[in-house]
């Protein structure tokens, strides 16, 4: 089954609570938080406190998503926020070992993201702790970027190593320029939630622009 997981970062933050509604009511699966810091990463979004703002008013799990440096100084602050999955960058983590655990400790889910420039050997020996990876279609930092379609091996190459480990329960996430027309590819190579926030928060009809995705996935 494919999750679909709007991303709020291309939402309209003066009607945050009302575009929240919008997509679990259009048929979401999860919602991504996108977090920058303005140091990992050249651009600022939010914090914490928006997250604590949202959690409240929807019951979707919240897909949070760190692109900044020292994320262990904030797991507990989005823990208790509300916070089902947390995904911390490997290249943010000298101690990405520590990091993992530190997340699974606060009864989260564990993920780790890999930039377009990272090869999944940063992650091979975290991966048996891990609930997702998420493969960075595009480099991060912004909305509305094009999906590097490179990143498709490296789906695929993820998805086989974690079914020769027998993990046949890990998500595999993708983030970044995904609308109908990549979904079906990366979804073929073995990803299974899929981050939309320019192609869902863009359209004027976010429920039929989640379900054009779903369509697009299941090609
Ligand atoms: C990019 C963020 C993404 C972003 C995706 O740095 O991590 O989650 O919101 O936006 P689109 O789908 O517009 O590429
Ligand atoms: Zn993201």
Redesign the pocket.
Known sequence: MVLIAP?I??ADFSKLGADVKEVENGGADWL?V?V?DGHF?PNISFGAPIMRSIAPLTNLPLDV?L?IENPENYIPEFAKAGASVITVHAEACVHLHRVVHLIKEHGVKAGVALNPGTPVSAIREVLEDLDLVLI?T?N??????AFIERTVNKIRETRQLANSLGMSGLHIEV????AADAAGKVVAAGADVL?????VYGAGDRAAAISAIRAGAER
């Open positions: 991303s970062l291309s991504h996108d920058m990463v998503h692109m960075m595009v991060p930092g912004f909305g509305g970027q983030d970044g320029g995904i981050v939309a926030g320019s192609a």
